[in-house]
């Protein structure tokens, strides 16, 4: 398969605890995104990177989260002192396009993350 | 970003072609409109893209006025599985990045 994979599917943890997701992106895809998806609501920008350069952060993405995506390849996304308001789907996605003005995405199939 | 309005849910029968309207009045020049399918716990997947008049592909049609200021995603004779969230998207994706804003998108239910 040679989609764009995410790990975990399903992380449980308890509030005041750190977690960290993990998304390979398709290969050779120079933009890899990350988004937050609520249950009813469309997923919302978290972040975006071209290659390993983190060029943008939404105002959602607070001092407790981090990301990074080392050599440009798969990227993680930590939250540090889980909040029980950060109970959500962690959706990642990549593009291939490079500075051209017809974006598409492919995204994975998420991380559901809940904080008891 | 150019904002869009879509009906929140539509309900539709097997074998019926399905049309979904999206508002995007503040649609800028450089902008191209996009719609994308979800399934339950799974991501949003690519449907259609389209600057101006009509895109089809093996999936849908998308038909868009000259001004621009909407979009209609066509379904042809849908079935059970054609039942998701469809997102409209519009947006400028150059050297900036695609700066997305899904919305809540519109739920097709179709029936047998």
């Known amino acids: 398969d040679t989609g764009v994979s995410q790990n975990p599917r399903h992380k449980i943890t308890k509030r005041g605890q750190n977690v960290t997701f993990r998304c390979d992106p398709i290969s050779e895809h120079n933009r890899l995104y990350w988004y937050r998806q609520t249950l009813g609501q469309g997923p919302e920008f978290l972040t975006y990177f071209q290659n390993e350069a983190q060029l943008e952060k939404s105002r959602l993405l607070s001092d407790r989260f981090s990301a990074e995506r080392p050599k440009g390849s798969f990227s993680t996304l930590e939250i540090q002192r889980t909040e029980q308001g950060d109970s959500a789907m962690y959706l990642c996605?990549?593009?291939?396009?490079?500075?051209?003005?017809?974006?598409?995405?492919?995204f994975g199939s998420g991380t559901q993350l809940s904080v008891l | 970003l150019a904002k869009t309005t879509q009906p929140i849910s539509m309900d539709s029968y097997e074998g019926q072609e399905v049309n979904i309207t999206c508002s995007h009045n503040?649609?800028?020049?450089?902008?191209?409109i996009t719609w994308y399918q979800q399934f339950p716990s799974q991501g949003p997947r690519f449907i259609i893209q389209g600057y101006k008049t009509k895109v089809t592909n093996e999936v849908a049609s998308l038909f868009i006025p000259a001004d621009r200021k909407s979009s209609t995603l066509s379904l042809p004779r849908v079935s059970l599985s054609d039942t998701a969230v469809y997102y409209c998207l519009v947006g400028d994706y150059g050297t900036g990045g695609f700066k997305t804003i899904f919305g809540a998108g519109t739920r097709l239910f179709v029936k047998a």
């Open positions: 503040n649609i800028a020049t450089n902008d191209y």
């Open positions: 996605a990549s593009s291939p396009t490079r500075d051209t003005t017809n974006e598409k995405l492919f």
